[in-house]
């Protein structure tokens, strides 16, 4: 079975820091997608960046970048020049790229917290 | 253009009730998928609708179904409430099936069951 591991339940950052979020997955597939979502206090989940897991180079969306290792399994999330609004859970997910069992796989989050 | 729209917002059911909630998708998305979110399971997928057929089904007991309108909109129904199904529902659209890395979450209903 796909499983998704987040191993950090919570984090926290100072404003204008650096922070990594990590993630692990577990499939025998090599065609799928991989996710970050944000999910504020205010509940609406956020899509934050996402990689095709055909492609090498890594996704880059302005302050937020991944470090997507395939051999490794392992997708993690860099936020740069953290912002008080950062702060939220964050899910890293994964789902197959073919076939009927295209369902999101969760796990469990990591819980950020931007200092100011 | 609206986003996801979920009603309503805020439920309190009693157990054994049964419960429906509804979704409206992102204007001319056809896909809609439900979630179920609870702080020790986290995200589990329930099913995912597309032109009115159910495509994909998550692990959950029958009390939980679903369908989808003619015009996309889906609602999701629980019966026989069980204090277990507490949980924020979420609701995502997509443009199609296949394009589930495009999904938009609504902001959700939080069912309290006493």
């Known amino acids: 079975a796909q499983t998704v591991t987040q191993s950090q339940p919570e984090m926290s950052v100072q404003e204008a820091e650096t922070v990594t979020l990590s993630c692990t997955y577990d499939t025998s597939e090599s065609n799928y997608y991989l996710f970050w979502y944000k999910q504020p206090p205010s509940r609406q989940m956020i899509l934050v960046i996402r990689?095709?897991?055909?492609k090498q180079q890594n996704a880059t969306e302005n302050r937020f970048s991944v470090n997507f290792q395939k051999a490794a399994k392992s997708f993690s999330l860099k936020i740069s020049d953290s912002q008080l609004g950062d702060t939220a859970m964050y899910f890293c997910a994964f789902r197959y790229n073919a076939g009927n069992n295209r369902k999101l796989i969760w796990g469990l989050g990591t819980s950020l917290a931007v200092n100011p | 253009k609206a986003g996801v729209t979920q009603t309503p917002r805020y439920l309190i059911k009693t157990r054994g009730q049964q419960v429906t909630l509804s979704c409206s998708p992102i204007?001319?998305?056809?896909?809609v998928s439900w979630y179920q979110q609870t702080p020790g399971q986290g995200l589990q997928f329930l099913f995912e609708?597309?032109?009115?057929?159910?495509?994909n089904k998550g692990n959950f007991p029958g009390r939980f179904s679903g369908r989808q309108f003619s015009n996309s909109r889906s609602e999701m129904n629980v019966s026989t409430l069980e204090l277990g199904d507490s949980a924020l529902y979420l609701c995502?659209?997509?443009?199609?099936?296949?394009?589930?890395?495009?999904?938009?979450f609504g902001p959700g209903t939080r069912l309290t069951v006493t």
């Open positions: 204007s001319g998305h056809r896909s």
């Open positions: 995502a659209s997509s443009l199609a099936a296949d394009r589930l890395y495009e999904q938009y």
């Open positions: 609708y597309f032109s009115e057929t159910q495509r």
């Open positions: 990689q095709e897991a055909y």
